[in-house]
């Protein structure tokens, strides 16, 4: 159980364009999503968590205008990089806290996008 | 304000012990957490202490105390596969994870 599945797994793009990645719980219901970044040979980067049905909130630093998030459902929340440039290029992880089952507020996660802007 | 702290790189040898620290300073406390990361992919759960002890599980240990702000993993009988980045992270009163930099254990034959 507690799966987290994202779509794509790798995406590469040009720059000035927009990119959509898609993170679900497959067998829960995700009260919170949380959006990470990475990049090579960091650790992870919070850059927002959202709660089901209501707005993101962001971390100090990460621009809202450009990476928009919505949580609309109890399994789906999108991240979307807005007119992305190399400097986007990273590794994007999603994870899903819900109810029940699981280490109490123990975060699952989805496998990752790797996005690169040329 | 709120910090975690873990060794950058550590090395050890195939089928030996390792242990890898953690210490940390938060806005309340909820627990910890550490996950292993294989490079390229995601994290994985491999424990969580909110108590002060140890917690065994399989090949992998984790103790907690709490007065002190300090945890650790312990691996045993050291695999090459256990090669990864070793995060840990604590859930701060907020219940929001803080995560450190991450430890990479290299296992040399």
């Known amino acids: 159980g507690a799966v987290v599945s994202q779509h794509p797994s790798w995406v590469i793009c040009k720059s000035g364009t927009s990119v959509k990645i898609e993170c679900r719980s497959l067998?829960?219901?995700?009260?919170?999503m949380f959006w990470y970044r990475q990049f090579p040979k960091q650790s992870l980067m919070l850059m927002a968590t959202?709660?089901?049905?209501?707005?993101?909130?962001?971390e100090q630093g990460v621009e809202k205008d450009k990476f928009l998030i919505n949580h609309a459902s109890l399994t789906l929340s999108t991240l979307t990089v807005t007119s992305a440039h190399p400097e986007d290029s990273s590794f994007y992880i999603c994870?899903?806290?819900?109810?029940?089952?699981?280490?109490?507020?123990?975060?699952?996660f989805g496998p990752g996008t790797r996005l690169t802007v040329t | 304000g709120q910090n975690i702290d873990q060794p950058t790189e550590m090395t050890a040898t195939e089928g030996a012990i390792v242990q890898i620290n953690c210490t940390y300073q938060?806005?309340?406390?909820?627990?910890l957490f550490w996950y292993q990361q294989h490079a390229g992919e995601a994290p994985t759960f491999l424990s969580y202490?909110?108590l002060d002890g140890l917690e065994e599980k399989g090949r992998f240990s984790s103790f907690l105390s709490r007065s002190k702000g300090y945890s650790y993993l312990l691996l045993k009988e050291l695999q090459m596969k256990d090669s990864a980045s070793y995060l840990c992270?604590?859930?701060?009163?907020?219940?929001?994870?803080?995560w450190g930099a991450g430890t990479k254990l290299i296992i040399k034959p």
């Open positions: 938060t806005s309340g406390f909820n627990g």
């Open positions: 959202s709660n089901e049905g209501s707005k993101a909130t962001y």
């Open positions: 067998d829960f219901q995700a009260t919170t």
């Open positions: 992270a604590a859930l701060d009163s907020n219940y929001q994870l803080i």
């Open positions: 994870s899903a806290r819900g109810r029940g089952g699981g280490k109490p507020y123990e975060q699952y």
């Open positions: 202490n909110v």
